[in-house]
């Protein structure tokens, strides 16, 4: 069962109070707090990230390229 994330439910509450607030009255000023209330959500539903373990190590820049055949047999 999935945890209750109570900055999701805010979020998400926010951001409906402010689609409903723009549509009735539809100004610069409550555009902008759509805007930011939609960013908070977004914010929200992003996975953390994750830790050192989990990241790949980046090339360097003078690291070798692999050549990979062709195996679709086109050559």
Excluded: C, I
């Amino acid at each position: 069962m999935v945890k209750a994330n109570p900055r999701l439910d805010a979020a998400r509450q926010a951001y409906r109070e402010a689609l409903v607030s723009a549509r009735e009255s539809p100004s610069a000023e409550a555009w902008a707090r759509l805007l930011a209330a939609g960013k908070e959500l977004s914010k929200a539903t992003e996975p953390p990230p994750r830790g050192r373990r989990g990241r790949k190590p980046a090339a360097a820049p003078g690291d070798p390229v692999v050549d990979v055949p062709n195996l679709e047999g086109a050559e």
